[in-house]
């Protein structure tokens, strides 16, 4: 049981604490958002291990979060975990190789609580913002009677619709069209991570409200589906993004700026696909195969960044396999594409006028900067809450394509499938469509995040709730 000595008079101020998942697009979209609020002129306290903290910073792209005089980072120590290889040819492609990184992740509840509590002393509120598979580690703001917390849902607001819709046994009903394409979540998750959500979710009901990084213009019916009182109760929600920034710097210094940016510069527009499947996956040997020969056949332009998923630890040594077949790389530099084994900066390389498509696992964070950069999808999900934000792009948004539906999930994507979709998307009036219809979904997402814009006043509006 933790206790916070009240000290003298507080300031008239309020910090706010934010506690990621360590896993990358759980840090990178918290991290996005602690620049929001702290342009509120609101100290923001960043929380994570050293290693993880490291790795969002190093990543984050768009922005300079050393630069940001208001963003404190806290490196806590976690317990020693293994940090294995990802397995391509585990039983399910969520994962479960980061399972001890996000175990020891648990062991953050006293460093916080501690912090919580010298926060606590020195103002006059602290708010909380939680990522929702991080509620047991702030469990301990019910003792602290000048805090509150909020949970962060990282997912779209249709899929979490859903999960809590189904989890509550359908209290009202909903379209019968939109059921019809709402895939299972059977192969979504392993059994170790449902029993780690499920742990989570004991202490959802002592946060005062959920934060999504999405908006009114992506998912408005779905987040009045939320606000039903069946679904969210008497808390408030809010709809914040999104949450990466919508205009990303042109850096022209060759010392700065990822040689992909150097060969964008020079192709013409809408006429590069970007391929990326995030840092949780990691395809198999065939699969690679059947891909790297799909993209030749499609003869389309591309920056395909092929490398694993990440470790627990992304900085330790890890051995690259080397998987495409001979002469492949120099075969497509010479015909006008690039593959990428590093770090891409793909806010950057989605923002630049010769990006014309994207092919992705659908992870939300790669969702909504493909949305917000105005760039149609090519979805190929691989686990989690992937295969219900492909329904949401490619069916509902109408911003893209199925590469592989999720009930083939176990099936081999052949190269004749993936140039079909690749040669879809880049070069037919189908998917002419789609990038002009993706276009004008970018430009009203962007324009709602100026100020006067409705997501801008959202935020607005929570800013004035937490400060009240």
Known sequence: MFHCRKDGQKKAQVAVVLVPLPMQGHLNQLLHLARLIS?????????????????????????????????????????????????????????SHLQPSVDASLCLREPVTKLLCTLSARTRRVVVIHDSLMAFVVQDVVLIPNAESYSFHSVSAFAMFFYFWEAMGRPFPVEAEILRELPSLEGCFTIEFKKFIAKQHEYAKLSAGRVYNTCKIIEGRFLDLLAKEQITGNKKQWALGPFNPVDVPKTKSMTQRHRCLEWLDEQPPSTVLYVSFGTTTSLTNEQITELAVGL???????????????????????????????????????NGSMVVRDWAPQLEILGHPSTGGCMSHCGWNSCMECITMGVPIAAWPMHSDQPRNTVLVAKLLRVGLVVRDWACRDELVTSTTIERAVTTLMATREGD??????????????????????????????????TR
């Open 39 to 95: 342009s509120y002129n609101i100290p923001v306290h960043y929380v994570s291990s050293a290693t993880h903290n490291r790795q969002a910073k190093r990543r984050v792209h768009g922005w300079e979060p050393l630069a940001t005089s208001n963003l404190h980072f806290h490196e806590f120590r976690t317990p020693h975990f293994l940090s294995p290889p990802p397995d391509p040819y585990a039983p399910t492609m969520f994962p």
């Open 296 to 334: 030749e056949r499609s003869k389309q332009k591309f920056i395909w960044v092929l490398r694993d998923a990440d470790k627990g630890n992304v900085f330790a040594r890890a051995k690259k396999r080397e998987l495409l077949p001979e002469g492949y790389e120099e075969r497509m530099d010479a």
């Open 433 to 466: 469509e789609m990038r002009r219809r993706a276009a004008e979904l970018g430009a009203a997402v962007r324009g709602s995040a100026v100020e006067g814009g409705d997501s801008r006043m959202e935020l607005d509006s929570f800013i004035a709730y937490i």
